[in-house]
């Protein structure tokens, strides 16, 4: 179950078929390789060094993803893949960019994969993927490990290292476009016609970084449930478990699913049709104390649902607050799993205890206090607000990613384009809306920014769920088609699973519209339904 929440947290590809597809046709056919599979000269990027490069033949088939994030490509076709390995001089990294350049059917794109939890780059799958669909792909380790393998972070003093972690924030993404662009023209004979970035997660916060240091990276941008604002939501999440401990409550996750569920019922007509979605999370606002009293059945077991249970989703649906009530984040989002943050495990004695997600603990017992044994189950509601504020300190100019400014990025013609679930039980899709309410109020609202950026919530759906879990839509195929031929996505056509396991078609709204019933029709189709704003606006 662990690696399960894992997986899903790091946004990986679950299976082939689910990947995003870019059907969109190329208008330049297909290109061959100008030479054989050979090691190209590799100019070193600014402030780096090329240690070597290598090139292997391969002859594609099925791939299955490294490391705890797994996941499986079929069908791919042969490839040669070229290896550059960069360090920055003095700092003792060791990055390798790999590129996989498909030996028939180039469709002229160049894509770069993003990484997950702390994982700089793509583990195969994505990379697959985009061979499979003609794209020559490009990723980079960053000189960094496995997704939750953090042994890299600090140094035999016991600091911070900051040029691997410049790494992981921006520095090798970077790094790793101009490799891979350099690696396609000599293999092909030509550039790329049209160069993209695609992640979800840390690949998503990877994706924003790009628009924002590095403008002229890309021309299209795809950057899904991005984990922005890292410094503050990745101890944000650890919020849960700080409630748990502090009130010395642990509801079991048949408990947490009933104040799910029952959350989800009570707010799921607000869109004026009951298809188990919750449309706008954000309007939902469900009182868990209705619950107060109700048996659950759980493992055979009957556990009745207490005021202390109660004032525990509370607080971890509001979010954290300091001590004054002054609010420091978003809350785990109504119909979201909280199991996922708030999760929970019995002792060697057979007490029940919380369980951490992997992801925040590591970012708080590694990079804030310096200590990977630290138990993270001591930290009092004082401590949590001086950890958060500490991170933010600390840490926002290398990692943030939060700088509201994209005239740049604007400016280079570039097309940033996001989708969001709205039950992301790991990073609460209000994070996102609200840098991208920033990005209005820098930049002249929201139609100068939506000519540019445009972001789409999905109702339902989990951390990285389209395309990758729970449903799918063709967003890369909608970026394309927004860069290359004008046609910028009013909507996004997308099939979603809803609370009760069946899938129903919907148009994504382009934020800040939503989706509503028009009172007739098949409320499982995208026709019953139309984009409007909500009432708040």
Not at 132 to 150: E, Q
Not at 288 to 297: E, H, Q, Y
Not at 371 to 395: A, G, H, K, N, W
Not at 515 to 520: E, V, W
Request: charged share 20%.
């Amino acid at each position: 179950m662990k690696k399960f929440l894992i997986v899903l947290a790091t946004g990986a590809a679950l299976a082939a078929v689910n990947l995003p597809t870019a059907a969109a046709e190329t208008p330049y056919g297909s290109v061959s390789a100008a030479f054989g599979c050979s090691a190209p000269t590799v100019q070193a990027p600014p402030g780096t060094r090329v240690e070597s490069v290598t090139a292997v033949h391969r002859d594609g088939g099925t791939i299955d993803g490294t490391g705890v994030v797994g996941g499986t490509v079929t069908g791919v076709p042969a490839f040669c893949e070229v290896t550059v390995t960069l360090t920055h001089p003095g700092d003792n990294d060791h990055a390798k960019v790999s590129t996989w350049l498909p030996v028939n059917g180039w469709n002229g794109r160049f894509q770069a994969l993003g990484g997950s939890a702390f994982a700089a780059g793509d583990n195969g799958v994505g990379m697959g993927t985009a061979v499979r669909n003609g794209y020559a792909a490009t990723t980079t380790d960053g000189g960094l490990a496995d997704a939750v393998d953090v042994t890299w972070a600090l140094n035999a003093e016991g600091r911070v290292d900051t040029a691997l972690l410049k790494n992981l924030a921006s520095r090798s993404q970077h790094e790793a476009s101009i490799v891979g662009k350099q690696v396609v023209a000599a293999h092909f004979g030509r550039q790329a016609s049209y160069s993209y970035f695609n992640g979800c997660s840390t690949g998503g916060r990877q994706g924003y970084m790009e628009a924002q240091r590095h403008p002229d990276d890309f021309d299209g941008i795809l950057a899904n449930a991005p984990a922005v604002n890292w410094d503050e939501f990745e101890v944000a999440t650890l919020w849960p478990q700080v409630v748990m401990n502090n009130e010395k409550t642990y509801p079991s996750a048949c408990e947490f699913k009933a104040f799910t569920d029952a959350a989800v019922a009570a707010c799921d007509p607000l869109d004026g049709a009951r298809d188990n979605l919750v449309n706008d999370a954000s309007r939902c606002d469900f009182d868990p104390r209705r619950l107060i009293g109700t048996k659950v059945l759980c493992g055979g077991e009957e556990l009745t649902i207490t005021a202390a249970d109660a004032a525990v989703v509370r607080k971890i649906w509001d979010g954290p607050r300091t001590a004054s009530g002054r609010k420091l984040w978003s809350g785990v989002p109504v119909g979201a799993d909280l199991a996922g943050l708030a999760g929970t495990a019995p002792d060697a004695s057979g007490q029940v205890k919380g369980a951490p997600f992997p992801v925040p603990r590591l970012w708080v017992t590694t990079w804030l206090k310096k200590q990977p044994s630290f138990d993270v189950s001591t930290i009092t509601y004082d401590q949590f607000t001086r950890l958060f504020e500490q991170s933010r300190t600390e840490y926002d100019r290398i990692i943030g990613t939060d700088d509201p400014d994209l005239s740049a990025f604007r400016d280079s013609g570039g097309k940033l384009l996001t989708w969001h679930g709205q039950a992301d039980q790991f990073i609460p899709a209000q994070g996102t809306v609200e840098y991208r309410r920033q990005v209005e109020r820098k930049m002249g609202g929201t139609k100068r920014v939506d000519d540019f950026y445009r972001l789409f919530l999905a109702p339902g759906t989990v951390h990285c769920g389209l395309n990758k879990g729970d449903g799918t839509t063709d967003d890369l195929a909608a970026l394309t088609a927004w860069v290359e031929q004008g046609k910028a996505p009013q909507t996004l056509p997308a099939t979603l699973v809803d609370a009760s396991g069946q899938s129903v078609d919907r148009d994504l709204c382009r934020y800040p519209e939503v989706s509503r019933y028009q009172g007739h029709g098949d409320p499982t189709a995208a026709s019953g339904f139309r984009c409007v704003l909500p009432s708040r606006h």
